[in-house]
T-cell receptor, first 116, second 115 residues
Framework: GAGVSQSPSNKVTEKGKDVELRCDPISGHTALYWYRQSLGQGLEFLIYFQGNSAPDKSGLPSDRFSAERTGGSVSTLTIQRTQQEDSAVYLC??????????????FGSGTRLTVV | SQQGEEDPQALSIQEGENATMNCSYK?????LQWYRQNSGRGLVHLILIRSNEREKHSGRLRVTLDTSKKSSSLLITASRAADTASYFC???????????????FGQGTILTVHP
């Protein structure tokens, strides 16, 4: 596609429920990143993929969070047993290559998750 | 922890004035990037500067990098109301390891340009 697509754009869920957030990167972008942003804050790194593998999962806050990427394309971030502190905007970005090689990110518009 | 820290946290200026935002970081970097965010949604890549570069220009944007001081600045000249947004610096570590492939973002500077 022309840009990074994230769905849903907004999600309201009850505490304790599981949610799945989807990211469809730009075609041909090998690197895919997940960040989250709480209100008025900077971006908190969660995980990144190079192809289908995840070299760095260090930012996942707890074992309730998991992510996968299949076919080197679409990625899904799953949050199990959601808590109120999970409320944030979840941002996905993709790039032609890793940031280490001088590539910038293209971000999606994010999924605003509200846990009530 | 955040690698980059922007200063000031908020900046309010009149249209036509220049806006300068600063970013400091702690560890060695491979490159530093600046992003803009409108309305708390997706970020837009503005400019990238590599560790062996000192200055870069793109339109009304000028970025400088001082690796000895571990700092960078973003200058927007002749600002417009449409420049109102949050601006973030992001650093890519110079060392190897699993952090090598990703960017670490600062807290951002909120810029308001009054017409």
């Amino acid at each position: 596609g022309a840009g990074v697509s994230q769905s849903p754009s907004n999600k309201v869920t009850e505490k304790g429920k599981d949610v799945e957030l989807r990211c469809d990167p730009i075609s041909g972008h090998t690197a895919l990143y997940w960040y989250r942003q709480s209100l008025g804050q900077g971006l908190e790194f969660l995980i990144y993929f190079q192809g289908n593998s995840a070299p760095d999962k260090s930012g996942l806050p707890s074992d309730r969070f998991s992510a996968e990427r299949t076919g080197g394309s679409v990625s899904t971030l799953t949050i199990q047993r959601t808590q109120q502190e999970d409320s944030a905007v979840y941002l996905c970005a993709s790039s032609l290559g890793l940031a280490s090689r001088g590539y910038g990110y293209t971000f999606g518009s994010g999924t605003r998750l509200t846990v009530v | 922890s955040q690698q980059g820290e922007e200063d000031p946290q908020a900046l309010s200026i009149q249209e036509g004035e220049n806006a300068t935002m600063n970013c400091s970081y702690k560890t060695s970097i491979n490159n530093l990037q600046w992003y803009r965010q409108n309305s708390g949604r997706g970020l837009v890549h503005l400019i990238l500067i590599r560790s062996n570069e000192r200055e870069k220009h793109s339109g009304r944007l000028r970025v400088t990098l001082d690796t000895s001081k571990k700092s960078s600045s973003l200058l927007i000249t002749a600002s417009r109301a449409a420049d109102t947004a949050s601006y973030f610096c992001a650093t890519q570590p110079g060392a190897g390891g699993t952090s090598y492939g990703k960017l670490t973002f600062g807290q951002g500077t909120i810029l308001t340009v009054h017409p």
